[in-house]
């Protein structure tokens, strides 16, 4: 057989693999589509428009999701960001302040990730419920914040919270303690998307309830979402219509993301004329940050790379603190009048995160999510900076609960300030064991919240609780081993120890 006709089959039989996978691709989404007609059948006539918003947002998701393999980023594409594409924040401070703070203040929206629930800390219903300092909530510490920049400035800057289905309801029976609050409060739901199964593709839901068998059967798919939701609850027009100009994004457990009048004030009055529509706060990587997602110029454009994108035989190389010094705090500044140019040419374009589950019956599930920050290669102009660490303060396991509610930290007006008495502006490295994950076992195992002010680094693990007036200092390690219990005594002074099993205390 000649070369040429061994290509020519070569190419042929590619060409039908090829072929074929379009086919298969094709049916399976004719079925996908069928199902969701049918799940739409089961909508109540009150919720039937916005279930098909939700069902035609999924199908236009489940369409790329088929049409995407692999990695999506080519790594020999990826290249350091130039040096003015991520400012350092002592840049953006020295220009200084406007006199007319509050005019500038008057164009801002925050908004608040609040979709998120307390399961991983052992707390039932919404995650921004949980106390976190002196009895006070994620929320009222975001309320307070928000009130205190109104008050001061004489302004009217609104809060708005993306819920998702499984936080709305709890949240908004909350809502009517604040109505006094000099802060307009305003919520709208992320979209609500059908799991599909990992088999054969094809979504677990029957209809469109959420309770009983079906409680699984849905999920909200990531913060990526708040584009189109926002557009289509009306506030996106609503906010324009009222003069605003930019939102501040951020997760409501970061405590360290409030209003920062200097990257305001950068917005509003760009030094080169030139309007930046997306602001992505970014902080230098520390060894605990290794798998955050991370600047990078890609074709031309700032774009955002998560580890999941990453090739397998990249993976170490993008962990790398040398090669890639930052990463992302999900702290967003965004221009309103590009999210709805974006959203109306349908131009918004976010990698689509997989994210396997397993149900509780067993059952194997993807749901396809996507991330907010993502979008930043769709936006013009945009722009990082790198602001100190103390602008992202995440709480995500008692760990992060314990430095925030310790004398590291002082509260004023709902913002958590490290304390002038820490001679240096690092964060102790805290790992609390298995026996503090749910919040109510972390609280019960301490009297009172240790003296951390000197602390460079905790470890404890097992049956360890902790009495009143405690000091721990330099290096602690505490340990106690299976079936042994430590009880830390009242006014101990523990400084670079390491406490074992029988309560021996052994210089570190």
């Given at each position: 057989m000649s070369r040429f006709v061994q290509d020519l089959s070569k190419?042929?039989?590619?060409?039908?693999?090829s072929q074929?996978?379009?086919v298969i691709r094709q049916e399976l989404e004719l079925s996908v589509k069928k199902e969701l007609e049918k799940i739409l059948t089961t909508a109540p006539s009150h919720e039937f428009e916005h279930t098909k918003k939700d069902l035609d947002g999924f199908r236009k998701l489940f369409h790329r999701f088929l049409q995407e393999k692999g990695p999506s980023v080519d790594w020999g594409k990826i290249q350091r960001p130039p040096e003015d594409s991520i400012q350092p924040y002592e840049k953006i401070k020295a220009r200084g302040l406007p006199d007319n703070i509050s005019s500038v203040l008057n164009k801002l929206v925050v908004?608040?990730?609040?979709?998120?629930l307390?399961?991983?800390?052992?707390?039932?219903?919404?995650k921004s419920l949980i106390g976190v300092r002196n009895e006070n909530t994620f929320l009222d510490l975001t309320v307070q914040q928000i009130e205190h920049l109104n008050k001061t400035y004489n302004t009217d800057v609104p809060l708005v919270l993306m819920n998702s289905f499984n936080t709305d309801e709890d949240t908004k029976k909350i809502l009517q303690k604040y109505n006094h609050c000099r802060v307009k409060i305003y919520t709208f739901n992320q979209s609500?998307?059908?799991?599909?199964?990992?088999?054969?593709?094809?979504?677990?839901?029957?209809d469109v309830s959420y309770s009983g068998e079906n409680t699984e059967a849905w999920y909200p798919p990531g913060h990526g979402d708040i584009y189109a939701s926002f557009y289509n609850s009306g506030l996106l027009d609503t906010f324009i219509g009222e003069g605003k100009e930019y939102i501040f994004v951020s997760n409501i457990d970061n405590l360290g993301a409030t209003v920062d009048l200097y990257i305001l004030n950068h917005l509003m009055n760009p030094p080169n004329g030139k309007p930046c529509e997306f602001v992505m706060e970014v902080t230098n990587k520390t060894r605990a940050d290794v798998k955050g997602g991370t600047l990078t110029q890609y074709e031309g454009k700032l774009r955002l790379v998560e580890i999941a994108q990453v090739p397998k035989p990249h993976v170490d190389e993008f962990k790398s603190v040398s090669k890639f010094k930052i990463f992302n705090t999900n702290n967003l500044w965004i221009s309103l009048a590009a999210v709805k140019r974006l959203q109306e040419q349908n131009a918004i374009d976010m990698e689509i995160i997989v994210n396997p589950k397993t149900l509780d019956g067993g059952l194997n599930v993807i749901q396809l999510e996507t991330a907010v920050g993502a979008a930043i290669k769709s936006f013009e102009n945009s722009l990082g900076i790198n602001v100190p660490r103390s602008r992202f303060?995440?709480?995500?396991?008692?760990?992060?609960?314990?430095?925030?509610?310790?004398?590291?930290?002082?509260l004023n007006a709902g913002s958590l300030t490290m304390s002038e008495k820490r001679e240096f502006p690092t964060v102790p490295l805290v790992k609390l064991g298995s026996s503090f994950t749910?919040?109510?076992d972390y609280l019960r195992r301490f009297e009172s919240i240790p003296d951390m002010l000197e602390l460079d680094h905790l470890t404890v693990s097992g049956d360890v609780t902790f009495g009143k007036n405690v000091?721990?200092?330099?290096?602690v390690i505490i340990i106690a081993n299976h079936g042994d219990r430590i009880d830390i005594p009242p006014g101990a002074v523990l400084e670079n120890k390491i406490v074992s099993g029988n309560l021996r205390i052994l210089d570190h």
């Open positions: 190419a042929m039989s590619q060409d039908g693999a074929f996978q379009e908004v608040k990730l609040n979709g998120g307390g399961t991983s800390m052992g707390c039932k219903g919404p609500r998307y059908p799991r599909i199964n990992k088999e054969s593709l094809l979504p677990v839901a029957k303060l995440p709480v995500k396991t008692t760990s992060d609960l314990l430095l925030v509610m310790s004398n590291l930290y002082s749910k919040v109510q000091s721990l200092k330099g290096t």
